[in-house]
């Protein structure tokens, strides 16, 4: 069984690779609707791309974690129920995606929140996303997290890796 | 639509138009530049969408133009097994009508909904021509809302022609009925003494769109073809073409085609609503569904309705006048100043175009003919002409509008389409169709500013159009450019069903209103799963409920077991996707049912009977990431009194 889904990851690998390089223009499409499908010079420009911030609207100014906010946390784990935790687990172990545990410290604050409010454009350039990837084959949807939602659901994954 | 009658003439002329037309076909009407006016590159979007009648298909088809392509069919009056319409429970109440669920009908004709005379890009009204209803789709997800069934109505195919803020969608009946508070068991030969026509005036929440029949007109037994709203000039008036005036009740190929002159009726709307805010209004015991979608429960509901308001129109002299016009008369469109009425007598071999300032005259003149029909009178067909397009082709049946003073006419018989002056009515062009033209289309060719540039004809017959598909081609539509003094085909694309009547409207009024998503924290399903910790199976007596939930690829449960022959089995499937364009399906082994097909955070059921002992595989159907072949499941279906205990697991979690 493991070795036929090996074999099928190894078969689907270098079609998928034609396909994500494919689709970058077709995301932009879908967050641009008032034209036909273009091409922003953000999004294409690969050199700019910061792989410790990640791309999106959030940096160390505008994302504070200097305090715990357990009720914060408490938002974050009911949020992340719905939205999220069909795939994650909380644990180290790989469900559909990663498990969370141990994820605010591999990833700074920013980066996290940018990602998971802003996944398509990492998805296509961030290489440490892009090796994921082909552990996990699936790329993280966008769940439409509103700003506060994705602030609650970093509280709750830095409750779990230990925050107080 | 089209009368026998026709067809039988066509085949005489078809027999001459093939060998004495065709030669001078299609290739001299196209000529070499048309292939870059229609062509919209890869990735680029059309200039309109063009919301076109499915005909006998029961469904609204959404093509983008100068492209045809075909972006879209939205169910409405049919089941789609594809979409789960009609098969969920959410939207089986969306089909029921006093008759029970009716999982068909014939959509002619659409309106978009109107603010002062042009299309707001909320809404699109359409008719449902068989079991009369009206329907409203939504334009923000495409999707029909509501569908409000007509009492006393034997057709709705006179609708759903709608006022200039959309106050008012009427409703005429096309076969006249005895009314449902008569005794309907009489002779049928009995047309004149017994059967009576009903136009409804639907009114329209501005706000949600909701539909409601505001009052009916009784009127003599006639058949209602199309309508048409007055507008600027002739705001609060409607004008409604009407044939078998004759009020045979059979045969009515020759029957109904004895008069040289049908009526055009001319109707005072707001008169009529004086009336019925003063009470004068008879209420009715009738009955009709009236079915709404809630976009928050994701669920349709259908609630049957007692009782309507009607006006006789014999009763009140001021509301309801006849102007005669020849012959058998399909549409009557009105001008973009709302001035000049065109009728087009389907029989005819002239375009009469009256005028509503001399209709007011006649009114105030009272220039009647000497003997009302039925108790209305009836105006003098010269006192209200304007004048009459000469020689215009044969069979003349629909006429839409540019903003340049111009007029374009359907010739269905000639099959052909002719352009007109409407001021001086002197013929600037005419073009054939391949093959008999029923309705044409300018983009707001209805409205008090058409935005014109192009003209679709829709065409009855197809024959050598397309490859070969068996005894049956799909209908052909053809576009013409017509920003020049002269029509240019440009463009034939197939549509689905039989389209009838059209409108187009900017791309811009509509595209950046879509709903993407449903935001899964508002899902107010009753069965929602908010996240797989909500996910559950509950048996009540012989109902299994599955709150079962899909994501990226997996269904969570993905193990049931303890189902029983002799259960009902309700999946109850929630789509966590918050992501657009990401649809989950959802398929039942031997389900007696179609797919469902889940809209990101939107809750959908599919009932299931399991017929038989044993494992059932669940999967998605639309695919939906790398994984998709492994978003599967099964069903363990034990027999009637088995022990097995309800168990539901994924993974290593239950």
Redesign the interface.
Known sequence: MRKKSLMMLLLVMPLFYVACSGGKTENNASTEPTEGPTTTTETADASSYDPKRGEGKYDEKNVDVTKFDAALAGQGKKVAETKCLSCHKMTDEKLVGPGWKGVTQRRLPHWIMNFITNPDPMIDKDPEVQAQLELCLVRMPNQNLAENEAREILEYMRQNDGAK | MITKKIAVGLLAVAAVYFTSCKPKGSSSAVSGDAASKTYVAP???DEFYNFVSGGFSGQLSVYGLPSGRLLRVIPVFSVDPEKGWGYSEETKPMLNTSHGFVPWDDLHHVEMSMTDAMPNGKWVFVNGNNTPRLARVDLKTFRTAEIIELPNSGGNHSSPFGTENSEYIVAGTRFSVPADTDNGDVPINTYKQNFKGHISFVSVNKDNGEMNIAFQLKTPGVNFDLARTGKGKSSGWFFFSTYNTEQANTLLEVNASKNDKDFIMAVNWKKAEEYIKAGKGKKQSVRYAHNKFNEETHTATSEIKNEVTVLDVAEFPDIVYMIPCPKSPHGCDVNPTGEYIVGSGKLAALLPVFSFEKIQKAIADKAFEAEKYNGIPVIKYEAALYGEVQKPGLGPLHTEFDAEGNAYTSFFVSSEVVKWNVKDLKIIDRKPTYYSVGHLMVPGGNTKKPYGKYLVAYNKITKDRYLPTGPELSQSAQLFDISGEKMQLILDFPTIGEPHYAQAVPADLI??N?VK?F???KNKHPYVA?????TKVVREGNKVHVYI?A????F?PDNIEGVKMGDEVYFHVTN???????PHGFGVKGANNGELLIMPGETTTLKWVPDRVGIFPIYCTDFC???HQEMQGYVRVSPKGSNVPLTWSL?DKK
Request: net charge negative; aromatic share 6%.
């Open positions: 990735g680029k979007y595209k950046n879509q998503i935001e899964i924290a908010k996240g797989e910790g909500e939930t994501v990226r690829s997996h969570a966590l996707e918050q992501d657009w364009d990401v990431s790398a994984l993974g």
